[in-house]
């Protein structure tokens, strides 16, 4: 990218826009359009299938193929959408340099974290011991 | 600034506090608390499905605690939040067309997300209540 409205020094010390504000509009908007429909399907077929607090019923639901795929996607859309926004959030609101970065670290790191321990926990329930 | 004077009848950026609520404010404020709500939500949702692959002794406790009046509020107030954030994030992508940005629309369309929050849970509990099997 040519950058003929940035100063010299600005340059050296890395201030002004970092250029990567259309990958994360659009990865908000194609991850919102995918959780339009895959929301809805969760709660909706989740509270019908299961229904109750009993045990069989939710390896039952989980065990369907369709709603695995469904489930997986639901984890890994919502959790980098909702890191999308939080990112925004931390970005609007949080002003000291110390505070915003290590939020913004954990922002990056903990619902990945989380993430691949649901995954593998799909995975656990359909192919563990 | 001592002897600056401000120039009357300017406008000035909206200060929360003495700022009259309307629709198309709340809807935008509701969005992103509603977004923060389900941040932990779908963390919620993760250890939901790490408890049922841990076995019936770690999904047991967690099914009494969403069993419980407190839990079925809190599931409640979720299915409210994600029809609110599903109704306005669709109105939100229609903005991004440049449609609907007019007062009147923005407005009606707030409500209309509002409403849906409402409604939403009301209707899947007596779906659950009253439907099906």
Do not use: C
């Not at chain 1, 991850?31 to 229904?51: Q, R």
């Not at chain 1, 619902?111 to 926990?121: E, N």
């Not at chain 2, 939901?48 to 509020?73: I, K």
């Amino acid at each position: 990218m040519s950058e003929p409205m940035r100063t010299a020094l600005g340059r050296v010390r890395h201030h002004g826009a970092a250029g990567e504000g259309t990958g994360h509009f659009i990865a908000q908007r194609w991850t919102s359009i995918a959780l339009a429909i895959l929301a809805p399907w969760f709660v909706v077929n989740a509270a019908l299938t299961i229904g109750g607090p009993s045990y069989s019923a939710v390896i039952d639901f989980l065990t369907d193929p369709v709603n695995a795929v469904g489930v997986v996607l639901l984890v890994a859309v919502s959790f980098y959408h909702m890191t999308l926004g939080m990112q925004e959030i931390i970005a609007d609101y949080i002003s000291k340099p110390l505070g915003k970065i290590a939020l913004l670290l954990l922002n990056a790191f903990v619902p990945f974290v989380i993430a691949a321990g649901a995954v593998f926990a799909v995975l656990l329930v359909n192919f563990g011991v | 600034m001592a002897g600056a004077s401000r120039p009357n009848n300017r406008p000035i950026s909206p200060h929360l506090s003495v700022w009259r609520w309307h629709a198309t404010m709340a809807s935008s404020i509701f969005h992103r608390l509603t977004g923060m709500a389900l941040y932990g939500a779908a963390i919620g949702l993760a250890f939901w499905l790490m408890a049922a692959a841990a076995g019936p002794e770690m999904y047991e406790p967690l099914m009494d605690v969403l069993m419980s009046p407190l839990g079925q509020v809190a599931l409640y107030l979720v299915v409210a939040a994600i029809a609110y954030h599903l109704a306005n994030g669709i109105r939100h992508l229609v903005f991004d067309t440049g449609a609907g940005l007019n007062p009147s629309d923005a407005d009606l369309t707030a409500w209309f997300a509002i409403l849906f929050a409402i409604a939403t849970p009301i209707g899947l509990w007596a779906l659950l209540t009253f439907g099906g099997a």
